[in-house]
């Protein structure tokens, strides 16, 4: 059974037009990560949640913005996706300092 | 800063050799420590984890490494390496600093002969 899940798994959009990928979890865990991961390289963390509060990594683009309305659900925003933000985007939880589940990835292409 | 650094960027073996693939990190005091593998267009999946205690831990599909402090290593071996282990191998840390952060090394491709 699916715990971290991600949809879509492939996302196409235009470049300039804002896309919003999601990330639910089963395991009510209280920290969620966003990772960026493109061909080729480490998963890069982009910004994390520690139960409501909000951790940006200081070299996180602003272009890049994340909701997370509840302890399931958690949103990664693009606002104005660049043909440089075509990767996989992958989503983890975990609780408190314990080890990290992760989806199966979002592979976004910017066309 | 804290870093990661898996100093091999590719590795070949032929199967059933043996294989070491090197993990070396930065911070203060000890991580968490963990080996994950992520097969093309996949998600990671864990292969083991060291929090305390036992320094040479075991994990799935034969796999082990050992947490050498003196050295900030944890480095992962299995025996016999089998066709199917063909993968990209991260090891990740997590630490404090301010919250709990989960970073990851720049990976190691292995690449299995027939």
């Known amino acids: 059974d699916a715990m971290v899940i991600q949809n879509p798994r492939y996302q196409v959009t235009q470049f300039g037009k804002p896309v919003t990928l999601s990330c639910s979890q089963t395991?009510?865990?209280?920290?969620m990560y966003w990772y960026q991961q493109k061909s080729s390289q480490a998963p890069k963390l982009l910004f994390h949640?520690?139960?409501?509060?909000?951790?940006n990594e200081a070299d996180t683009p602003d272009n890049f913005q994340s909701r997370r309305p509840n302890t399931s659900f958690c949103f990664l925003d693009i606002r104005s996706p660049g043909l440089g933000d075509a990767a996989m985007y992958l989503c983890?939880?975990?609780?408190?300092?314990?080890?990290?589940?992760f989806g199966q990835g979002t592979r976004l292409t910017v066309v | 800063a804290q870093s990661v650094t898996q100093p091999d960027i590719h590795i070949t073996v032929s199967e059933g050799a043996s294989l070491e693939l090197r993990c070396n990190y930065s911070?203060?005091?000890?991580?968490?420590l963990f080996w994950y593998v992520q097969s093309p267009g996949q998600g990671l999946q864990l292969l083991l984890k060291?929090?305390?205690?036992?320094?040479l831990v075991q994990g799935i599909k034969g796999f082990e490494a050992e947490f050498k402090r003196s050295q900030s290593s944890f480095n992962l071996r299995k025996p016999s390496v089998h066709w199917s282990d063909a993968a990209e191998y991260f090891c990740?840390?997590?630490?404090?600093?301010?919250?709990?952060?989960?970073?990851f090394g720049t990976g190691t491709r292995l690449k299995v002969l027939a």
């Open positions: 911070y203060g005091a000890t991580p968490y």
């Open positions: 060291y929090f305390s205690g036992d320094t």
């Open positions: 395991l009510n865990h209280n920290v």
């Open positions: 949640y520690y139960d409501k509060d909000f951790n």
């Open positions: 983890a939880t975990s609780r408190d300092q314990g080890r990290a589940f």
């Open positions: 990740a840390v997590g630490f404090t600093s301010g919250t709990y952060k989960y970073i």
